[in-house]
């Protein structure tokens, strides 16, 4: 029987959709797994309710067929579903690494990214690693058809997650088809400089560079008070503020000793709209 822990992430970071993702500190999931003819799984925690349990249907199922892998599997959720926060990916992520050594099957953890990868097509609809990447690597990651690069950094975050159910595969159907060609321009140079801000962990750059002018602005319409949500945090010190994942999760860069008084601002812009929501303090882990 084996045990593992894969953490929440945050992927996008506003510039880089389903490219960039940082793992965050606190929540994850828990897997363990034990051998079995057939794959069987059983979910409890934070809104196991609304996870299914049938292996076709369960993100860790795939990542068990992909590795040939059959197991028990049981996940205890701390990531909340449909929450941005990347829930079906921390377990798809633990899953991976799990069973990888319960069948010795020899992987590296780069290798586990794709695999991984195959579970979040589950749920969404696409085979995208910018959540997966994270939550098996760490650090702030960059996730390419063909690998994974990887770089630490030392930045505080706060991540508030609102009431509000949006599922990523509704969130992937409102981003455009074709963006104008000064759209493309400012997302490149804002994904640069986020990276730049990463490899020097600096708030203010990181901040500077989430700005994405595509996906978004077309996202944040489904999340009722983003736009005042975000305009708190900037008031209360944030650097950066965009949506978490495919949201409703919206993800703040606090500069110098901004956490708890960005945490409160969200909570309360939220509260204005009748949304309630809980906020909490993390870090690139
Ligand atoms: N890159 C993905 C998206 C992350 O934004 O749809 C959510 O799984």
């Known amino acids: 029987m084996l045990r593992v822990r894969a953490p929440a992430t945050s992927a996008n970071l506003g510039s880089g959709f389903d490219t960039f993702g940082v793992a965050l500190d606190r929540p994850s999931d828990v897997v363990t797994v034990e051998k079995a ?17 049938d292996p076709e249907k369960n993100t860790v199922g795939a990542v068990a067929e992909a590795l040939d892998a059959p197991a028990h599997i049981s996940i205890e959720k701390g990531v909340r579903p449909a929450s941005g926060l990347g829930s079906s990916a921390a377990s798809a992520a633990a899953a991976a690494v799990a069973l990888n050594e319960l069948y010795d099957r020899g ?24 959540n997966v990447a994270p939550s098996i690597l760490g650090g702030f990651t960059i996730a390419r058809d063909d690998g994974v690069t990887c770089l630490d950094a030392d930045i505080s975050l706060v991540a508030c997650l609102p009431e509000i159910v949006i599922s990523t595969r509704d969130a992937r159907q409102v981003v455009p088809e ?15 400089t986020l990276t730049a801000g990463i490899a020097r962990s600096d708030p203010a750059l990181v901040g500077r560079g989430m700005d994405d002018p ?22 209360a010190g944030a650097s950066g503020v965009t949506i978490s994942g495919a949201g409703p999760g919206i993800l703040a860069v606090c500069p110098g000793d901004t956490q708890r ?21 993390t870090a690139i882990g």
Do not use: C, W
């Not at 595509?214 to 008031?235: E, M, N, S």
């Open 261 to 281: 008084d960005i945490a409160l601002a969200t909570i309360e812009a939220f509260a204005e709209e009748d949304i309630e929501a809980r906020a909490f303090q």
């Open 178 to 192: 074709h963006a104008r060609m000064s759209q493309v321009v400012e997302t490149v140079r804002n994904a640069a």
């Open 214 to 235: 595509i996906v978004t602005p077309a996202r944040a319409k489904l999340i009722d008070g983003y736009d005042t949500v975000r305009q708190a945090a900037f008031d």
């Open 37 to 53: 003819d057939r794959t069987t799984i059983d979910v409890s925690g934070v809104g196991s309710r609304f996870i299914p349990e």
């Open 107 to 130: 992987k590296t953890r780069e290798e586990l990214v794709p695999i991984a990868a195959e579970g979040e097509a589950v749920v969404s609809g696409d085979a995208h690693a910018d």
